[in-house]
């Protein structure tokens, strides 16, 4: 799946479909590396609202174990769930 194909998928709940025909339940979303660059990364719904919440303490090791790097090329489908909320 390319950036922008996953542009519809990011920050709402989906069910995405794997390379390897697993299926995961979650949210992706894009942030940026100390160099600036854009990353993807992918976690629960209740731990990606936790992530938000916490994402002004930065550096924790607690804070990088709610979300998972996640590599665009393994992604092959995506379906949204539902919408999140606040």
Request: net charge positive; charged share 35%.
């Amino acid at each position: 799946m390319t950036s922008q194909e996953l542009a519809y998928y990011m920050y709402r709940v989906c069910r995405f479909k794997l390379k390897s025909g697993k299926e995961v339940y979650g949210v992706i979303w894009e942030d940026k590396n100390l160099r600036g660059e854009r990353e993807y990364f992918f976690s629960s719904p209740g731990d990606f609202r936790h992530y938000l919440r916490s994402r002004p303490v930065k550096g924790t090791a607690a804070l990088e174990e709610l979300r998972y790097r996640l590599d665009l090329s393994e992604l092959v489908g995506g379906e949204v769930l539902e919408e999140l909320r606040a």
